[in-house]
């Protein structure tokens, strides 16, 4: 009896596997790139409808200089003392409102910090505002 040869048929082109793996590799990282959520601060800016109104006692207000540093009315903060001022101040008032003023030429990196160390207190109300140009207003 005469066996029967089989012959395996080349791939025409060479390629072929590297195109498949760079097609699903395209595919994978589209994918993956829907997952990338940027966990920034989040804003609820409050609504034109409805304004909220805050009373002077549930408000603190801290500013922060153009060399970064954090005053609360004419005492220096550091973050500690921001911390136990907050938490003593959530305590009493549990509707409290932290009102942060900005000098303009305050660093960026230093605002973004104070962002930071202001979301690890949780304070849910939060607002900002640029100081006007040489006056620090209260």
């Known amino acids: 009896m005469k066996l029967k040869k089989f012959f395996t048929r080349k791939a025409d082109d060479p390629m072929a596997a590297l195109n498949d793996l760079s097609f699903l590799l395209i595919i994978y990282f589209l994918v993956i790139a829907g997952f990338n959520t940027n966990f920034g601060f989040l804003l609820n800016l409050p609504s034109t409808d409805k304004p909220l109104i805050i ?16 005053y609360y009315g004419e005492q220096v903060l550091n973050g500690e003392d921001l911390e136990v001022l907050v938490t003593e101040n959530l305590k009493s008032h549990p509707n409290l409102t932290l009102s942060l003023k900005i000098h303009p030429e305050t660093e960026y990196q230093n605002f973004v910090s ?25």
């Open 114 to 138: 104070t962002i930071e160390l202001i979301r690890k207190l949780k304070v849910e109300n939060f607002s900002f505002s640029t100081m006007k140009e040489g006056v620090q207003s209260d």
């Open 55 to 70: 009373q002077r006692e549930d408000l603190l207000k801290v500013s922060l200089d153009a060399s970064g540093a954090l």
